[in-house]
């Protein structure tokens, strides 16, 4: 019984959230990568207003894809003359290179990773991977 008791909570903890492990200082991002992939949130959703894929360039990345959870507490700027400037989801474009911090607190452990974004920052503005 016990062992069948360990081996729920084991999956359960895997499969559904465990806890981010953000740079929430701005020291670095969670992910750096291209947009893949843009969604609205229904009208219906409270604060959330959409989700954004980035997928990483690198291949040694340890977070290789994540599905961005945008609500009205996430920070959205654009590089524009050296300088950081804000943005609105709607100038987020797939193609975009952009950098993210994750939100500390629950994440959901399905590939790719789900989680709420703190920040994303769209480097080089204009810029579109072709």
């Known amino acids: 019984m016990e ?3 360990l081996t729920v909570l084991l999956s359960a903890s895997l499969l559904f959230c465990v806890s981010a492990v ?8 969670d992910i750096r990568g291209r947009i893949t992939g843009i969604r609205r949130a229904p009208s219906e959703a409270e604060d959330r207003i959409g989700t954004v894929v980035v997928e990483s360039e690198d291949k040694t990345a340890k977070i290789d894809k994540a599905n961005l959870v945008i609500t009205d507490k996430t920070r959205i700027f654009k590089e524009q003359d050296d ?9 987020l474009k797939t193609g975009q290179l952009v950098e993210a911090q994750f939100v500390e607190g629950p994440t959901i452990m399905i590939y790719p990773l789900q989680v709420a974004a703190a920040e994303i920052v769209i480097l080089n503005a204009g810029e579109q991977k072709n």
């Open 3 to 5: 062992k069948i008791v």
């Open 22 to 29: 953000s740079n929430a200082d701005g020291s670095h991002p």
């Open 83 to 91: 300088k950081r400037v804000a943005a609105t989801f709607e100038e």
